[in-house]
């Protein structure tokens, strides 16, 4: 009677685990798979310049560049998704797409769903105000109206700091949303910010241009995203990008576009 017991359990563990495998388990592709594919599916959002956005129906961009490189060293192709932000990060956990490319920030929250390469960046969340704005520092922003991109960390440190936040799948609406005065502020990453106020502040007044602010919200490292079962090859995609850091090529596809590059301190 005890024999069947234990054999009875046994047998029932191994069901359990089969269902969670199957159910919650690992969707991410091997080394080996990719490899074998001849192809790395990458999911991205392109309306975040300089890391990605269009120019024409290409997609480019320093993230572009990156990818493209360790591509080459895994013998792959890269072959390029483009979607809203919001789906590329579930569709990556949902085995979907191979790797998420989106100027991803690396949270606590996230690393319970999916894995991340070593971050190759830093970047900080920026306040865009019109000008003439009495809106100066973080401190003002206290009970103001903000827009920001949906499923970003802007919209949800907003969220979590309590500001009212008008999301937007598109950055390009978020921006309307705070030219048409519809909201007080727009936060969005740093060197996204810089981009696109440039573009949008060409040949305007100055009273009639958008406004970063000095003082920024966050602090968040940057990494390209796998789902869970991708371990050995986000390891190998970890050992290119070191070297990549070591011998200057990441920080000169970032001259490329025009920016100054500062490792991650812990690189
Ligand atoms: N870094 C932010 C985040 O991970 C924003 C990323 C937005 N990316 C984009 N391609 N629109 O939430």
């Not at 100027?103 to 830093?122: C, E, H, S």
């Not at 865009?128 to 009495?134: D, F, I, L, Q, W």
């Not at 100066?136 to 920001?148: E, I, T």
């Not at 519809?182 to 241009?209: P, R, S």
């Amino acid at each position: 009677m005890k024999k069947l017991l234990s054999f009875t359990l046994a047998a029932l563990m191994v069901l359990v685990c089969v269902f969670s495998f199957a159910s919650c388990g690992k969707k991410g592709k091997t080394l080996e798979e990719v490899k074998a594919a001849g192809e790395l599916v990458v999911a991205t959002s392109p309306d975040f310049p300089p890391f990605e956005n269009l120019e024409g129906e290409e997609v480019v961009g320093i993230e572009v560049d990156i990818l493209k490189k360790i591509c080459e060293k895994l013998g792959v192709k890269l072959t390029l998704k483009q979607m809203d932000f919001e789906a590329v990060l579930p569709g990556v956990q949902a085995g979907k797409f191979d790797c998420g490319m989106s100027g991803i920030t690396v949270t606590p929250a996230r690393q319970k769903n999916m894995l991340f390469t070593d971050p190759y960046f830093v970047a900080t969340q920026a306040i865009v105000v019109k000008a003439g704005s009495a809106i100066a520092s973080k401190a003002d922003l206290a009970g103001k109206k903000v827009s920001a991109q949906t499923g970003t960390t802007a919209e949800e440190y907003c969220l979590d700091n309590g500001y009212s936040v008008s999301a937007f799948n598109a950055n390009s609406d978020a921006q309307t949303a705070l030219l048409n005065g519809n909201v007080d502020a727009w936060v969005i990453d740093n060197l996204t910010a810089i981009a696109m106020v440039e573009t949008y502040n060409e040949g305007k007044a100055d009273d009639a241009k958008l406004v970063i602010l000095s003082e920024a919200m966050t602090e968040e490292p940057y990494a390209f995203a796998f789902a869970f079962g991708s371990e050995d090859l986000v390891a190998e995609i970890n050992k290119i990008q070191k070297t990549m850091l070591d011998d200057g090529t990441i920080a000169g596809i970032f001259e490329k576009f025009g920016e100054d590059y500062a490792a991650p301190a812990s690189k």
